[in-house]
């Protein structure tokens, strides 16, 4: 008998592993590095990559929890119609500033400085062409047309949803109560409504309460739901309004931008108004201060406008409110 197969073999110690080793890849993370190198082997680079952006070694997810990548982006009719109107306005502005404004305040110019140099006693005369001939006036031009433009669009989609108020949304007639079992019978009658109709906010508010109604069985929990529900959609209409606010703050800025650079031109023409010239000198502080008329004349006319337009939507809003009240809530009824 072989004395080598009774002799039993010392047990090795296990090998302690190098240093840096022990510092990049600490134990428990050792099963996690064999997983993501199995994983990068026989799966495609990009699940792995996945898997690590998501803090799991798995690189494929679940197909609930997947991202649809081809579905489109989100853009919303009002975002694609305020991008055409400011293009089609900036064209239009800017056709007719080449067209007919600057031709003609230059013919203007060029006749009172004829007639300056005639007669040095000639009081020149104003022009509105020359007025608003600037570069500055024609952007404040171009952000007032801008924001008119998407005024209008919320006062109008404000005015067609005020129509739903004289609209029969709840068919009850007086003295009928509503009890949470005809919740479902009056939402479907609501539900009917054509989208454009269905996506104001009198019946998306009206089917808020039936639903809350249909579920607690609380009145006092409709009229609270209703007062919330509206007053979200207050502070909703009031966001949605800060663009015009930026416009209507952005017009007396771009007059004192003109201010501060026909100040700075009539600076450099300093020495011909020294020589006698002081035609450039008066041109160059007509753009100073016509820029800055122009400028606040525009923003007093479209903040005028911006309140009109922000009391229109408050009122619609505390009428839909208001509606509710009179034509859900009263006729609640608990068996």
């Not at 031009?141 to 669009?153: D, K, N, Q, S, T």
């Amino acid at each position: 008998m072989n004395p080598r197969l009774n002799r039993a073999e010392p047990v090795q110690p296990p090998r302690e592993r190098p240093l840096f080793s022990r510092i990049l890849f600490p134990r428990n993370e050792l099963p996690l590095i064999k997983q993501l190198i199995f994983r990068w082997e026989f799966s495609p680079q990009l699940e792995v990559l996945a898997g690590i952006v998501n803090g799991s070694v798995a690189g494929r997810q679940p197909d609930s929890e997947r991202i649809d990548m081809k579905k489109p982006f989100p853009v919303s009719t009002e975002f694609i119609y305020q991008l055409f109107s400011l293009i089609l306005v900036i064209i239009v502005v800017h056709a007719i500033y080449v067209a007919i404004i600057r031709p003609r305040a230059d013919s203007f110019l060029a006749q009172q400085a004829a007639m300056l140099m005639e007669d040095k006693s000639y009081v020149t005369e104003r022009s509105v062409y020359v007025v608003i001939r600037d570069y500055e006036q024609e952007v404040c031009f171009i952000l007032m047309f801008w924001a008119l433009a998407i005024m209008g669009y919320k006062a109008v989609t404000t005015i067609r949803q005020r129509a739903l108020l004289h609209m029969n949304l709840i068919p009850l007639e007086e003295g009928i109560r509503i009890l949470p079992e005809d919740t479902h019978d009056l939402s479907r009658h609501i539900q009917a409504l054509p989208p454009p109709q269905r996506s104001a906010l009198l019946p998306r508010a009206l089917l808020a309460a039936l639903h809350r109604f249909g579920t607690t069985h609380n009145i006092q929990d409709v009229a609270s739901a209703t007062h919330a529900y509206c007053a979200s959609e207050g502070e909703r209409l009031e966001s949605e309004l800060s663009m015009i606010r930026y416009i209507a703050w952005a017009i007396p800025s771009v007059g004192f931008i003109g201010t501060v650079r026909g100040i700075g031109e009539a600076l450099g023409k300093a020495h011909q108004a020294i020589e006698g010239d002081i035609f450039g000198v008066t041109k160059s502080l007509g753009v100073a201060f016509n820029s800055t008329l122009i400028a606040l004349l525009i923003s007093i006319v479209l903040m005028f406008l911006l309140h009109q337009l922000q009391l229109l939507q408050e009122r619609y809003v505390l009428d839909a409110e208001a509606y509710c009240e009179q034509n859900l809530t009263r006729h609640l009824h608990i068996s």
